[in-house]
């Protein structure tokens, strides 16, 4: 079996970025696919992102990888803070996911992740119980046919990779992203994700964080 077969047959247990609700050509079928963790995306504001990456730009490392903290006048400084922007996503999510109203989100940290070609997230999952990825950067020239670079079913080089169970059929296990610029997503902290490297020049830019929450 060549290597573009064997990504094809894995490609059944790939979740549609674009559209997370199965679609059917039959009328009168409905499809429910009710489990699994909730990931939401939103855009953050242009505003927020200019106040991050401006502190992050002071230090960055302009040729290695880099990780380091936000400090707090850059999570609660500011109207409206980065951290009631998010706070107010939260809110909206504990609604969504489980009915509940948020009392308050207990920020452990924020932290931005700086990185530079051939560097791998490993997949991890994060402490606390609710986690967000914000992009900050993407590289500005990525080697051509970088999009088709599959590591394993879809794991595309650069991209956000959640990964939830085992390879099960008729069950979704991976759902991939491409990195936006403002493309903030919050899930669980348990949720496994991680990225494989990406080829080319520039920087892609992350910040994370981690929260507890407490929930009326
Ligand atoms: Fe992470």
Redesign the pocket.
């Known amino acids: 079996m060549t290597e573009q077969q064997r990504t094809r047959r894995l490609r059944k247990y790939e979740a549609n970025p674009e559209n997370s609700s199965p679609s059917s050509s039959n009328a009168g079928i409905e499809l429910l696919s009710p489990f699994g963790p909730l990931i939401t995306k939103t855009k953050l504001s242009v505003e927020l992102i200019d106040k991050i990456n401006l502190f992050a730009d002071q230090h960055i490392s302009k040729t290695e990888s880099s990780e380091f903290m936000l400090p707090e006048e850059i999570v609660f400084g500011g109207v409206p803070s980065l951290a009631d922007t998010i706070g107010r996503l939260i809110n909206d999510y504990v609604k969504e996911a489980e009915g509940s109203q948020l009392d308050r989100a207990i920020y452990e940290v924020f932290w931005i992740v700086s990185q530079y070609q051939n560097t791998p997230s490993p997949v991890?999952f994060?402490s606390g119980d609710i986690s967000g990825?914000l992009f900050l950067k993407v590289p500005e020239k990525t080697d051509p046919g970088q999009e088709e670079r599959n590591y394993i079913s879809g794991r595309k080089a650069g991209y956000l990779n959640f990964i939830e169970g085992n390879k099960q059929r008729f069950s979704k296990s991976l759902l991939s992203v491409k990195p936006e610029v403002g493309d903030f997503y919050l899930f669980p902290g348990w949720l496994l994700?991680g990225a494989e490297p990406f080829i080319g020049e520039g920087e892609r830019r992350s910040m994370?964080f981690n929260a507890t929450l407490e929930v009326k």
Request: aromatic share 0%.
């Open positions: 991890h994060h990825v994700h994370a």
